[in-house]
Nanobody, 114 residues
Framework: QEQLVESGGGLVQAGTSLRLSCAAS????????MGWYRQAPGKQRELVAV???????SYVDSVKGRFTISRDNAKNTMYLQMNSLKPEDTAVYYC????????WGRGTQVTVSS
């Protein structure tokens, strides 16, 4: 059993869109603020978007206006809609609580070509 399972990544061209999904246990997604994180090659993992239990959202400056985080507690799923993708968005994307728990999922690879 995996606590967090990310999906939806792929190889896309710049300017296109992807929607990432995160399947989480009900006990997690219904009780905590959730975040999307990414780790680019040679870089540390960074928090890019957060959705609180109440629906408020926040984003790192580099993705504001392009990414939208959302959560569907009834489906135990969180999403990251990624529009106008740029090569610098290339990374492995992870979901977790915010602040994160110690255990991470496998992540999903997003590769944006120019």
């Amino acid at each position: 059993q995996e606590q967090l399972v990310e999906s939806g990544g792929g190889l896309v061209q710049a300017g296109t869109s992807l929607r990432l999904s995160c399947a989480a246990s009900r006990s997690i997604i219904s009780a905590y603020a959730m975040g999307w994180y990414r780790q680019a090659p040679g870089k540390q993992r960074e928090l890019v978007a957060v959705a609180s239990r109440g629906g408020s959202t926040s984003y790192v400056d580099s993705v504001k206006g392009r990414f939208t985080i959302s959560r569907d507690n009834a489906k135990n799923t969180m999403y990251l809609q990624m529009n106008s993708l740029k090569p610098e968005d290339t990374a492995v994307y992870y979901c977790n609580t915010s602040p994160p728990k110690d255990t991470w999922g496998r992540g999903t690879q997003v590769t944006v070509s120019s």
